[in-house]
């Protein structure tokens, strides 16, 4: 009895000290972080292409499944296989000349994608500098097993014009003490491009929000994301919002849910848009699929969460959702053209 009761005590301490160092060294980003620009480059034309891109940190091609998402794993099998995906992801995006890129889960420095700087990897892959903004960063995730362990992730904007202004924006964090520590810190990537010959500004922001809460932590998120966008609007700026929204734009009832065991995405509901504002998407191709299993093609859980927001005073052009079979990605690109008026 001694024996086990100095056992259970160690377990306690040994969680006791787990849970104070994951606290520690959380990951607690300020409400407005400035990031550093020099050498500002003016937007000059009034016709500009978008793509927004999640890359699933180049570990969720179609053979794999997720944890997450009902399947058995947490990484891929090597490094190899990260690096097939990047490469396939690349050669996609090359495809599609674009004037900005917006990329979603992107890896600086993760146990999950054998720590390759993705970054780096799609800036010379591009030929083009970007901009970073953290939205996962965890000194080790102790769950599940094997461990997610260390990760440095985040959002990333490519263009060879370079903003006026660059800031991270936190959103709201649904999660409580101790779920948080090792969890998503949300928020907006904010770009203020100087637009040549005009006082006015175009105003870019890449998102992902949130997946894994019950609903309000997406809600939150979406409020303050058009409380920051109205703001710019007000000013007399242009403003674009691009990313993984985790919510199924209008049009995307036509991917039904299959199963109640599955991941199920929010609603985006345009009426609720301050007037005039609208949402992009391209119903005709899903631009997510599930990841309880690799991708089985048709009859597989595919969602519609992937597109843009336009303020009043952008003019859609056309909105494209590329069909790539998710076959580096659980997610495919959507190509947005677009007019300032």
Not at 9 to 34: H, M, N, Q, S, W
Not at 247 to 254: A, E, K, L, R, S
């Amino acid at each position: 009895m001694n024996r086990l009761f100095k056992g259970l005590l160690l377990i306690a301490a040994l969680l006791i000290f787990a849970l104070g160092f994951l606290t520690l060294v959380e990951y607690r980003p300020k409400e407005i972080e400035r990031i550093n620009q020099d050498n500002s480059r003016a937007l000059d034309k009034k016709e500009i292409t978008l793509l927004s891109y999640n890359v699933g940190y180049g570990a969720l091609g179609k053979e794999q499944n997720f944890f997450m998402d009902g399947g058995e794993k947490v990484m891929p099998e090597s490094k190899e296989i990260v690096e097939n995906y990047l490469s396939g992801i690349l050669e996609e995006i090359k495809k599609h000349p674009a004037d900005f890129f917006l990329l979603q889960e992107i890896d600086l420095n993760a146990k999950r994608s054998y720590g390759i700087n993705q970054r780096e990897f799609f800036e010379k892959g591009l030929g083009l500098e970007s901009n970073f903004a953290t939205n996962f960063k965890a000194f080790y995730v102790p769950y599940p097993f094997p461990p997610i362990g260390r990760v440095d992730s985040g959002l990333v904007n490519l263009s060879a014009y370079r903003p006026q202004m660059v800031y991270r924006k936190s959103l709201p964090v649904p999660f409580t003490w101790p779920v948080r520590t090792v969890n998503l810190k949300r928020c907006l990537l904010v770009e203020e491009y100087e637009l040549e010959g005009s006082d006015k500004k175009f105003v870019l922001i890449n998102l992902h929000l949130e997946a894994f809460d019950d609903g309000e932590g997406k809600i939150l998120q979406s409020k303050e994301l058009l409380r920051v966008a109205q703001a710019y609007y007000d000013q007399g700026h242009y403003v674009l919002v691009g990313g993984d929204w985790n919510q199924t734009f209008p049009g995307g009832d036509i991917y039904p849910q299959l199963s109640e065991d599955l991941w199920s995405a929010g609603k985006l509901i345009e009426e609720d848009l301050p007037q005039g504002w609208r949402y992009a998407s391209d119903p005709r191709v899903p631009s997510c699929r599930s990841n309880h299993q690799a991708y089985q093609g048709e009859g597989h859980q595919v969602y519609l969460i992937d597109g843009y927001l336009l303020s009043p005073n952008l003019e859609e052009i056309s909105v494209k959702t590329i069909d790539t079979g998710f076959e580096n990605s659980d997610h495919n690109p959507v190509e947005l053209k677009l007019k300032l008026k």
